[in-house]
């Protein structure tokens, strides 16, 4: 079965860094766009950043670009977004997404930006 797993989430100072993970099994993934999305309490769901089966088209929210880079490892089945410069406006809880046959969204991994 298909399965995302998003790790390296945690609670970082303002300006600081982290790389967040998204592990995935279950489907071809040298195949598809992989997606990451966060949601910050009592807000929607927002599109963050993503790129396609290769690699070649990327594209960022403008809240983020210049800041966060998402990037993918298809020999690992692995996506990453890492997170520079952040703010506490970053602070949400955050998934990776892809849609094969339908949506399948990993866990969430929380991230706080907070001093």
């Known amino acids: 079965q298909v399965q995302l797993v998003e790790s390296g989430g945690g609670l970082v100072q303002p300006g600081g860094s982290l790389r967040l993970s998204c592990a995935t099994s279950g489907f071809t993934f040298s195949a598809y766009t992989m997606k990451w999305y966060r949601q910050a309490p009592g807000k929607e769901r927002e599109l963050v950043a993503t790129i396609s089966a290769a690699g070649r088209t990327i594209n960022y929210a403008d809240s983020v670009k210049g800041r966060f880079t998402i990037s993918r490892d298809n020999a690992k089945s692995t996506v990453y977004l890492q997170m520079n410069s952040l703010k506490p406006e970053d602070t949400a809880v955050y998934y990776c997404?892809?849609?094969?046959?339908?949506?399948?969204w990993g866990q969430g991994t929380q991230v706080t930006v907070s001093s």
């Open positions: 997404s892809t849609r094969y046959l339908r949506e399948y």
